[in-house]
């Protein structure tokens, strides 16, 4: 059996403790932590619209002057992502495969689940109630197009049965 835990800053301790409970001790438990290509492609572009302003770049201080923020940024999330990582490793108290990718998040998620027996995720949306919106574009979806059945996860404990949205006013 192959499990898959996508691992969120804010999230991830529910993920792994998830695993520990319902994933067998034979599993092979892949930690996947996804990097998304947005901030730092953000930071690349405005660094190059700047340049392409013809501004007096010369007078500048050569230190952190002239170089690319967006290198900066990806830099800062591998070592966040294998901090998360090791944590995620050592909580989850046997071994594992650590796997780190980067692209646009619900899409490596889907891609990292093909082959699997188990995608393990958490909510990421509004979590003071029950119902659809405790789901994010993004873990929404992997639910919708994971490949393999979806354990999917409270971050903490569960809102009340009071929380359902009530039904739309055209149902009896």
């Known amino acids: 059996m192959r499990v898959i835990a996508w691992l969120v800053e804010g999230t991830w301790p529910a993920c792994v403790d998830a695993v520990r409970t319902h994933a067998p001790d034979t599993a092979e438990v892949v930690l996947l932590h996804v ?3 947005e901030v730092p492609g953000l930071a690349h572009g405005a660094f190059a619209g700047l340049l392409g ?3 007096p ?3 500048l201080p050569a230190e952190g002057w ?3 923020p967006g290198d900066r940024l990806e830099a800062l999330g591998g070592s966040s992502a294998a901090e998360l990582l090791d944590a995620a490793a050592e909580r989850l108290g046997r071994p594992c495969v650590r796997e780190e990718r980067s692209g646009r998040v619900e899409r490596e998620v889907v891609a990292a689940a093909e082959g699997a027996d188990l995608l393990v995720l958490a909510r990421d949306g509004d979590r003071s109630r029950l119902g659809p ?4 574009p993004a873990v929404r979806f992997a639910v919708d197009h994971a490949p393999c059945p979806v354990l999917l996860v409270w971050p903490e404990p569960a809102p009340g049965l009071g929380t359902i949205p009530p039904p739309p006013p055209h149902h009896p």
């Open 35 to 37: 990097t998304g290509a």
């Open 53 to 55: 302003r013809g501004g």
């Open 57 to 59: 770049w010369g007078h």
């Open 66 to 68: 002239g170089k690319d």
């Open 133 to 136: 919106k405790s789901l994010g």
